[in-house]
């Protein structure tokens, strides 16, 4: 069965600090995956997506996220935090009858 | 550019009552989702449709209902709502697999609460 793992529901950084929020997946098919944010009170935007073509994909924001097959990894990553940059995010990955399954969420506090 | 939208956008019902969350899309997107979000959880699927009057359930259905008439519109119906059912209900919708885009454009939300 296909599946998403965000680990650590909750990642506290300095501002200026590298954001680091990794993502697992487990799925027996090339994967499709994504990142999006959530801001409060508002839904999920995208940030990027991984559909097999570059490994490391670039998205909104100054956020990029490298695909690594070998670790079954996704991991999104920013360089330097911004207090803008406090929201919750989500890992996705898109099942072979195209629905997309969700990780349980990271939710990013950005400290100043 | 209304893109798309939910309403309302917070709702306070009562156990045992229907309740129906709407959902409307402007760019004509065939298929369009319904999930709702809990703290631990994610989102989870509710149901889907690849276009009018075709729908299929998710991994929650339980106790919801759609329809699909037009495709623009994507009503989900609680018909005898219940206190688990409280949450937060999200609507989204993608092109056509053939553009190979993926992506699913969210709306802002129901905020649901069944007392």
């Known amino acids: 069965a296909q599946s998403v793992t965000q680990l650590g529901s909750h990642v506290s950084v300095s501002e200026g600090a590298l954001v680091l929020l990794r993502c697992n997946y487990s799925s027996s098919v090339p994967p499709y995956l994504f990142w999006y944010v959530q801001y409060p009170n508002q839904g999920l935007q995208l940030l990027l997506k991984y559909t097999s073509a570059a490994t490391l994909v670039k998205g909104i924001n100054g956020f990029e996220a490298e695909f690594k097959k070998s670790e079954t990894s996704f991991h999104l990553t920013k360089p330097s935090a911004h207090m803008s940059d406090a929201a919750e995010y989500f890992c996705?990955?898109?099942?072979?009858?195209?629905?997309?399954?969700f990780g349980s969420g990271t939710r990013l506090l950005v400290r100043p | 550019d209304a893109g798309i939208t939910q309403s309302p956008r917070y709702k306070i019902t009562e156990t045992g009552r229907q309740v129906t969350l709407m959902c409307h899309q402007t760019?004509?997107?065939?298929?369009m989702f319904w999930y709702r979000q809990d703290l631990g959880h994610g989102l989870r699927l509710i149901y889907y449709?690849?276009?009018?009057?075709?729908?299929d359930k998710g991994e929650v259905p339980d106790g919801y209902v759609v329809s699909r008439s037009k495709t623009e519109n994507f009503p989900l119906t609680l018909e005898s709502a219940t206190r688990s059912q409280t949450s937060v209900y999200f609507c989204?919708?993608?092109?056509?697999?053939?553009?190979?885009?993926?992506?699913?454009?969210f709306g802002p939300g129901t905020r649901l609460t069944v007392t």
């Open positions: 989204a919708s993608s092109a056509d697999r053939g553009l190979f885009s993926y992506e699913q454009y």
């Open positions: 449709s690849a276009a009018a009057d075709i729908t």
């Open positions: 996705a990955l898109m099942d072979s009858s195209y629905k997309l399954i």
């Open positions: 760019w004509s997107h065939s298929y």
